[in-house]
């Protein structure tokens, strides 16, 4: 792809992969898990939050190698970052719980995500402010 950056690819990839999980997740939660409700409710839960955050992943790496900013395109690479590894974190904790397994990264995995859309926002007002000739 011309004009973005090979660690942008990489975070466009990774976001892919979420996505793909996220569909996994949720085919496993309809299909394989239909008697077992608390397990399904927290399969979905993950599928969705998967689902929701890969796309924004992908908007902050391709995003961030266009703001004429280059403080506000490192806010939103941050922002890529923190929405990616939180959403990891997050539902892989959820799919953990689903499976009697330990959830403890959860809260973590939400703060990266609530911390990711504020850098994605600073990163958006940044560019959006910054003069033309930067």
């Known amino acids: 792809m011309k004009g973005v950056s090979r ?9 892919a992969l979420l996505g793909a999980a996220g569909v996994a997740a949720g085919a496993h939660a309809a ?10 409710d927290l399969v979905r ?3 969705q939050y998967a689902l929701l955050h890969a796309p924004a ?8 190698d ?3 900013s280059a403080w506000a395109g490192r806010f939103v690479w941050l922002a890529g970052l923190a929405l990616l590894v939180g959403a990891l974190l997050f539902c892989g904790s959820l799919l953990a719980l ?6 403890s990264l959860a809260p973590l995995g939400g703060s990266l995500l ?9 990163g ?7 003069p033309a000739s930067e």
């Open 98 to 103: 689903a499976f009697d397994g330990p959830g």
């Open 57 to 64: 992943v992908i908007l902050a790496a391709l995003l961030a």
């Open 124 to 130: 958006g007002l940044g560019g959006l402010l910054a």
């Open 114 to 122: 609530l911390l990711g859309w504020l850098l994605l926002a600073l």
């Open 66 to 68: 266009r703001l004429r």
């Open 45 to 47: 839960l993950a599928s």
């Open 31 to 40: 299909h394989g898990l239909a008697g077992v409700e608390r397990a399904r």
């Open 7 to 15: 660690p942008a690819l990489a975070l466009v990839a990774l976001a």
